[in-house]
């Protein structure tokens, strides 16, 4: 694709302002044959390595963060239907944004364009929101901007009252913000400000389906240890796997722990996959797809990815359980507790529990 590899590799002049380094070209040409050469995502960002590790934002849920310039090599990663699929090239901002996607399953097919007109192509299970109409923001979102060039693609890391933090990839900063400057989230019509970023205007918020209001689905655990979902009128259907004890879901993401103690997500098509490195007695999922659990020995523990969970403090616990975007759980003596990040829980007394639930209102 020789026409547009200039377009991607062409730089905008430097200036005293927080921009991306060259311009964010992706688009979908003939299906492409796996050649020597490609890149799978997360694996060591060559040529220049890794700028931020996934597991350091979208609370242990992102990817890697790659060392720009690449060498516009193409990049694929299995979506959650293991289909090697387009992310972009190296490393581009919506490279980045298409690779988190098809890995959280959001999306499942190359979603293409510039940083600026992503917007023109939002698959179907995504909701854009423009800017002066934003009503709500989560993280894990894609916001992007206009600059009346190729413009910028990037994700929503966390939100701080009225200010979204933002993780960029092909950027000068890693890190950058916006902020409302007029409008607000509970009347829809929000209007988000760069901070820093002369010349890039908010163009829009696109929300991945964990946070888009949605049609709720009941799954469960029935007496036979099967994984069950309820279909309507009464009808509950078996949707494989191992014999269950537990069972867990937020808005796009549903997870189990076998009688035997394995963690497993679920993939579709009564198809499920296990997490390995853990036996488990108790699960829980937060809004951007992060496993934690308790394990035999009653510890509090957050998937890593690689097969590695880590411990994260507390007392000994019987149940765990997340609302999205918070954990809690209670220990083995039944005290109630809240994670506060860094190892660390805030006990709240008044109460002896034998299991928890969390919601936001």
């Known amino acids: 694709m020789p026409s547009f590899t200039n377009l991607r590799r062409k730089a905008i002049a430097p200036t005293n302002v927080v921009m991306p380094l060259v311009a964010a070209m992706l688009i979908i040409a003939a299906p492409m044959a796996a050649t020597t050469g490609i890149a799978y ?44 699929t387009l992310s972009g090239y190296k490393w581009e901002c919506v490279e980045m944004v298409n690779r988190l996607y098809l890995t959280k399953g959001w999306t499942t097919s190359t979603w293409s364009g510039n940083g600026n007109t992503l917007v023109n192509n939002v698959p179907g299970d995504l909701t854009e929101e423009d800017n002066n109409h934003i009503s709500y923001v989560n993280a894990g979102d894609v916001i992007t901007l206009d600059d009346g060039g190729f413009g910028h693609a990037a994700i929503i890391n966390t939100i701080s009252g009225s200010t979204v933090n933002i993780i960029n990839q092909n950027a000068q900063q890693l890190n950058s ?64 796997g191992p014999t269950f004890q537990d069972i867990t879901a937020n808005a796009s993401y549903v997870a189990g722990v076998s009688t035997s103690g394995g963690a497993y997500t679920y993939q579709g098509s009564n198809t499920w996959h296990q997490v390995s490195g853990a036996t488990l007695t108790d699960i829980a999922v937060t809004d951007t797809d ?54 660390t829980w805030h006990q709240v007394s008044g109460a002896t529990l034998t299991d928890i639930g969390i919601v936001v209102q």
């Open 41 to 84: 995502a997360d694996t060591n960002c060559s040529p220049n390595g890794i700028q931020y590790s996934g597991s350091s934002w979208l609370s242990s849920g992102g990817v890697n963060i790659c060392n720009h310039p690449g060498d516009d090599s193409a990049v694929y990663v299995n979506n959650i239907n293991g289909q090697s």
């Open 177 to 240: 913000s916006a902020s409302i400057t007029s409008g607000s989230l509970s009347s829809g019509n929000a209007h988000y400000d760069m901070s820093g970023w002369a010349g890039y205007n908010v163009q829009a918020f696109v929300h991945h389906e964990g946070t888009a209001t949605g049609t709720e689905v009941l799954w469960g655990v029935n007496s036979s240890g099967q994984a069950v979902r309820y279909a309507g009128s009464a009808v509950w259907t078996t949707q494989g």
């Open 290 to 343: 992060v496993l934690w659990g308790v394990n035999t020995s009653g510890q509090a523990v957050r998937y890593a990815g690689s097969g590695v969970w880590t411990s994260q403090g507390g007392p000994t616990f019987q149940d765990i359980a997340s609302d999205g975007q918070y954990v809690a759980g209670v220990s083995t003596s039944g005290g109630a507790y809240t994670y506060q990040g860094s190892n």
